[in-house]
């Protein structure tokens, strides 16, 4: 089977319905055809200010959520990133056949460090996309499902690649990204043209998947719409509404001109009444089986070991041809 890699932040305590929609929905389907490894991508959660003992907790509560969404940990490959060190030990081997102007280049990184200012900002958050590449190149992946966002780090990745493998002799596979359609991207729901987001400023419009069901459906509820009244798809002047139909439509497997004769005739409220019930629907399950899975850490913390193993299998064979490629002495 060609080989998958994709992980998400464990940046807060709950993922939100853009990371369950735009991620762990094709994630689910993907690890049917691919040989699949999910991290939990801790060590980049790092790159920010963090609250240690939080940290865990929150590793702990996206993993429960990956498995709750469906990704089978006897199946895929499903650790957290910080359990396998060669992830760190190839990104300092990357880092040193990285040019500085090319990772200065990172428009993410552009974007955050001038919202932090030049002394908030880590150097780790700089060397950012060089352990993104050691993630993904470490499993000689074949393909990266990511947002449009991370686009760039793929690029980088398959040049650093590139560029190692023509300097040292073939070592890595050059993967291809997976971007998502436009259409799985999901926006909030009180600021419809800004992406939802894990840290958004207010929760108000992030529908998170642990929340209570009662009140995700307050917050469909009040989402903002417009003041035509109709139920129709139009991204540039009705982002609110279509974003709501973008949801019905991922969660139900409907198609939106389908979902928009429903409502033809009936107003907002009616739609958004059907959409509470959707999303309820949807979440009730995943977030009782993630509320079990936390009950029992132990458990939960031995999967992840187990899987760490695997991972750590195919990981150290690379690392140790990387080791041997650059001409480090083996240790005997
Ligand atoms: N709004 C979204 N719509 C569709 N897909 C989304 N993803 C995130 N938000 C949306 C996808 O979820 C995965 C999570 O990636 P991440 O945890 O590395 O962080 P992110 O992309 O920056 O997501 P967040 O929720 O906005 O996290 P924070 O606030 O921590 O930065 C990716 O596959 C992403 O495309």
């Given at each position: 089977k060609p080989r998958l890699y994709s992980g998400m932040q464990p940046s807060a305590d709950s993922l939100q319905i853009g990371n369950y929609i735009g991620a762990l929905m094709q994630w689910r389907d993907l690890q049917q055809s691919y040989d699949a490894f999910f991290s939990v991508v801790d060590l980049h959660a790092i790159t920010v200010a963090q609250d240690p003992e939080h940290l865990r907790e929150k590793t702990r509560r996206t993993a429960a959520q990956y498995i709750a969404a469906g990704i089978e940990p006897s199946k895929s490959t499903l650790y957290?990133?910080?359990?396998?060190?060669a992830h760190a030990e190839l990104a300092w081997i990357l880092s040193t056949v990285t040019g500085f102007g090319e990772a200065g280049r990172m428009t993410q990184f552009k974007d955050k460090s001038s919202r932090y200012g030049s002394d908030a900002t880590s150097v780790g958050l700089f060397t950012y996309p060089v352990l993104m590449a050691a993630d993904i190149l470490l499993y000689q992946t074949d393909i990266v499902p990511v947002g449009d966002d991370q686009k760039q780090h793929v690029e980088l990745t398959r040049d650093l690649a590139e560029r190692f493998n023509s300097r040292f002799g073939q070592t890595f596979r050059v993967p291809m990204p997976v971007i998502q359609q436009e259409t799985a991207r999901i926006y909030d729901l009180q600021n419809p043209t800004a992406k939802m987001s894990k840290?958004?400023?207010?929760?108000?419009?992030v529908l998170w998947l642990l929340d209570e069901p009662s009140k995700s459906a307050k917050k469909v509820m009040r989402a903002v719409t417009d003041s035509e009244g109709s139920v129709r798809y139009d991204r540039e002047n009705k982002p609110g509404v279509s974003n709501l139909l973008v949801i019905y439509a991922a969660l139900t497997g409907r198609q939106i001109p389908a979902i928009e004769d429903e409502y033809a005739g009936r107003g907002y409220g009616d739609f958004k009444k059907g959409l509470a019930e959707v999303v309820v629907e949807e979440f009730g399950p995943v977030r009782e089986r993630a509320l079990e899975l936390l009950a029992d850490p132990a458990e939960l913390d031995r999967v992840l070991a187990a899987n760490a193993a695997k991972a750590e299998e195919v990981a150290g064979r690379t690392l140790a041809d990387v080791y041997d490629k650059v001409g480090l002495l083996r240790r005997v």
């Open positions: 957290v990133q910080s359990h396998v060190p840290s958004a400023e207010s929760d108000a419009g």
